[in-house]
T-cell receptor
Framework: GENVEQHPSTLSVQEGDSAVIKCTYSDSASNYFPWYKQELGKGPQLIIDIRSNVGEKKDQRIAVTLNKTAKHFSLHITETQPEDSAVYFC???????????????FGQGTILTVHP | DSGVTQTPKHLITATGQRVTLRCSPRSGDLSVYWYQQSLDQGLQFLIQYYNGEERAKGNILERFSAQQFPDLHSELNLSSLELGDSALYFC????????????FGNGTRLTVT
């Protein structure tokens, strides 16, 4: 089955700096890659996602890049703010007759701390 | 607020017991997914239902079962509980069976003593 590796496990940055989290996946058939942010006591919240037919996607301070050849994708957060502090998860899935996009394989998570 | 409602928020029970976790998906969402989050295993997919029918299974134990009812709410039943079943259980929903992002509830924290 799919295996997703996520690095680093912890990341500490100063407010205003950029943060980059990287993930690699094993199943070359994976074609959907969402990123989730999880705050304490809450469920994962989708922050951005990308499909395999796109190499990069941006939403304000957040961007995701995908390299299908190398089977890795990254989350980039610019101008970080203290409220960006949370656990971030990458995930991967593949469609199989339209039923598998929700069967996500998650990375182990990155604890991001943004210091004021 | 994702619009996905899970009850109860916390559940404490003893080994060998059986519990039921409940999930109400976002209005209009037909697909429901159950995930387990633990420190050692991370976030793992358990099972998916679409409009009342089971669609996909992940690493779900035989002691665990789920169903989705005609009103689209779902229940996850955990029986013969073991200490290792202590975890956060999340429900997520999406509008359709194919590509659409998942929206997670805030989970049920199960503690087995």
């Amino acid at each position: 089955g799919e295996n997703v590796e996520q690095h680093p496990s912890t990341l500490s940055v100063q407010e205003g700096d950029s943060a980059v989290i990287k993930c690699t996946y094993s199943d070359s058939a994976s074609n959907y890659f969402p990123w989730y942010k999880q705050e304490l006591g809450k469920g994962p919240q989708l922050i951005i996602d990308i499909r395999s037919n796109v190499g990069e996607k941006k939403d304000q301070r957040i961007a995701v890049t995908l390299n299908k050849t190398a089977k890795h994708f990254s989350l980039h957060i610019t101008e970080t703010q203290p409220e960006d502090s949370a656990v971030y998860f990458c995930a991967a899935s593949r469609s199989a007759g339209g039923t598998s996009y929700g069967k996500l394989t998650f990375g182990q998570g990155t604890i991001l701390t943004v210091h004021p | 607020d994702s619009g996905v409602t899970q009850t109860p928020k916390h559940l404490i029970t003893a080994t060998g017991q059986r519990v039921t976790l409940r999930c109400s998906p976002r209005s209009g969402d037909l697909s429901v997914y159950w995930y387990q989050q633990s420190l050692d295993q991370g976030l793992q997919f358990l099972i998916q239902y679409y409009n009342g029918e089971e669609r996909a299974k992940g690493n779900i134990l035989e002691r665990f079962s789920a169903q989705q009812f005609p009103d689209l709410h779902s229940e996850l039943n955990l029986s013969s509980l073991e200490l290792g079943d202590s975890a956060l259980y999340f429900c997520a929903s999406s509008p359709i069976e194919g590509f659409s992002p998942l929206h997670f509830g805030n989970g049920t924290r199960l503690t087995v003593t």
